[in-house]
């Protein structure tokens, strides 16, 4: 069965960082590209960030663009997302998502991890 497991959401002031991880277990991870996804309370699934399968091509929605960098480590079966200067409005839950090509919609994704929660207050 497939597992992606995500950690190191919290509670955080603007301004602050977090860096969430994705584990992944039993598929080929590092055929796959991989993405972040949020949601807001009320709101739809936002695409927030993509890599592609050796880690050597990135996208990132304009709203986080110079504040979010994703990462992977193969080796590891690991996605990462450093998150930097943090915004209210970044407060959701982040999924990570495993998909066999590149695509904006979450729809065409894979799996799914649980998702963790990132809450920006003061």
């Known amino acids: 069965q497939v597992q992606l497991v995500e950690s190191g959401g919290d509670l955080v002031q603007p301004g602050g960082s977090l860096t969430l991880s994705c584990a992944a277990s039993?598929?080929?991870?590092?055929?796959?590209?991989m993405y972040w996804v949020r949601q807001a309370p009320g709101k739809g699934r936002e695409w927030v960030s993509a890599i592609n399968s050796d880690g050597g091509t990135t996208y990132y929605t304009n709203s986080v663009e110079g504040r979010f960098t994703i990462s992977r480590d193969n080796a590891k079966k690991a996605l990462y997302l450093q998150m930097n200067d943090l915004k209210p409005e970044d407060t959701a839950q982040y999924y990570c998502a495993a998909g066999r090509w590149y695509a904006l919609d979450p729809a065409e994704y894979k799996y799914w991890g649980q998702g963790t929660q990132v809450t920006v207050s003061s």
């Open positions: 039993t598929f080929s991870f590092s055929s796959y590209w």
